[in-house]
């Protein structure tokens, strides 16, 4: 029964110096990711989705800047350097798509990106995935 306790107490007592050790190896670009980062906003995704493009059943969609978008925030996962949002948007063609629209819930994978100066400091949409996105 000693030998037990002596061998949990020895578990415990180096499992508990690795949680110490781990908690001083972050990183400069952790340590600097605090939980008052901005979340992303209607405004912004709207600004960085423009050039991205996701594929449909038949065609490829390719956000443009002239395009009216309406679109609702799902839900969204935070981590200290990424970010994951799904989204609903409905969005419309002009000229290229003779008025087609299309809609449906997009995730949108994000990177931080940890500048010096806070102007430099911002999400940054990488990878648009389409969940249900289509054509109309």
């Not at 994951?84 to 997009?106: D, P, V």
Request: neutral net charge; glycine residues 6%; proline residues 3%.
């Amino acid at each position: 029964m000693q030998t037990m306790l002596r061998l949990i107490t020895l578990f415990l007592i180096i499992l508990s110096s690795w949680v110490c050790e781990r908690g001083t190896e972050m990183t400069p670009e952790t340590l600097k990711r605090t939980p008052e980062t901005p979340k992303m906003t209607l405004e912004m995704i709207e600004k960085q989705i423009i050039g991205h493009s996701v594929e449909t059943r038949f065609s490829r969609w390719t956000f443009l800047a002239e395009e009216p978008r309406e679109i609702v925030i799902l839900r969204s996962d935070y981590d200290w350097n990424t970010a994951k949002l799904e989204i609903r948007m409905k969005t419309s063609g002009k000229s290229w798509s003779r008025g087609k629209e299309a809609f449906g819930r997009l995730r949108l994978h994000y990177k931080w990106h940890d500048g010096q100066g806070a102007e430099r400091e911002y999400w940054d949409l990488w990878s648009v995935e389409n969940l249900d996105f289509k054509l109309n």
